[in-house]
């Protein structure tokens, strides 16, 4: 896929911040704080990056995109909707009795989604059994994962690690969306994940560290990943919990919290959206 300049992904990304708030408020539930960290990170593959095909959701050889931290979910969908998958409007039933939409991704349900997520972790090791499966069937198409840094506190993340460096799964890229919050506060208090970037190139793994908001240096990483043989790569991205929206930004209490009515609307202002 040829690459644009920033702005053009820059101008998607509010975009998708915009339905998130959107989606989130008109469910009265949702998690946008972890949502609109990732939004950056989630463009970059989806517009600038992965061998993808909205009408053709199963084509073979294509790129696979998994976010682990399932719970994210509505940046994943509004990415889907802007990118041709279904109508965004669509979303806009997001857990809503009935709805295919629902708090977490179903495979089943929403096409493009390559993986049903939620239960922290096991999400990472399908992308894995994912990448092994497309090593052993020679298959052109890479596999994207996405974590939360609060995601490395389980055990599973780390013996998925362990065996994708064993089987040399170069064809695995995984972004750990590091703003340092999760639902219980800070990472650092409540159970420290530091230094990711050096535990998983003790697990085998090449590792950096970037600005997950900036385009050019995603886009460097993922380049440098492909570049690079005989180990998964993972890029840890520095991020801010709800990027974007000034009264969110920083704060582990919009984790898991639609916001209200006046709320959303200051939200949609200043990310540029209308109401």
Same mark, same amino acid.
């Given at each position: 896929?040829? *690459? ?9 990304? *509010? ?48 790129? *696979?995109f998994v976010l682990s931290k399932g719970h994210a979910v509505p ?19 997001? *857990? %809503? ?54 995601? &490395? ?5 780390? !013996? ?20 340092? &919050? ?16 050096? %535990? ?23 380049? !440098? ?6 180990k998964p790569t993972v890029i840890?991205? %520095?991020?801010?919990?709800? %990027? ?26 200043? &990310?540029?959206?209308?109401?």
């Open positions: 896929m040829k *690459r644009k300049n920033s702005e053009y992904y820059e101008s998607i990304a *509010r975009r998708i911040k915009v339905d998130v708030i959107k989606a989130i408020y008109n469910a009265g539930s949702g998690h946008p704080g972890g949502s609109l960290s990732v939004t950056d990170i989630i463009t970059a593959l989806y517009f600038g990056e992965m061998n993808i095909d909205p009408h053709r959701p199963q084509m073979k050889d294509r790129d *696979r940046a994943q969908y509004a990415a889907l909707g802007e990118r041709g998958y279904y109508a965004v409007e669509d979303i806009m039933t997001l *857990r %809503k009795l009935g709805s295919d939409f629902q708090g977490h991704g179903n495979m089943h349900y929403v096409p493009g989604i390559e993986m049903s997520t939620g239960s922290l972790g096991q999400g990472f090791s399908a992308s894995v059994g994912m990448a092994l499966a497309g090593k052993m069937d020679k298959s052109p198409g890479r596999v994207y994962v996405v974590l939360g840094d609060g995601e &490395l506190q389980e055990g599973i993340v780390w !013996e998925a690690a362990m065996s994708a460096a064993h089987y040399g799964l170069d064809n695995l890229t995984a972004f750990v969306d590091w703003n340092g &919050l999760q639902i219980d506060g800070e990472n650092d208090k409540v159970m420290t994940v530091r230094p990711i970037d050096e %535990k998983f190139r003790a697990f085998g793994w090449n590792a950096m560290v970037i600005d997950g908001h900036d385009f050019d240096e995603i886009f460097k990483a993922i380049d !440098e990943a492909k570049a690079n043989e005989g840890v991205c %520095k991020t801010h919990k709800g %990027k974007g929206v000034s009264f969110m930004e920083d704060q582990a209490g919009w984790h898991g919290k639609a916001p209200d009515e006046e709320q959303a609307k200051k939200a949609v202002a200043e &990310l540029g959206g209308e109401w």
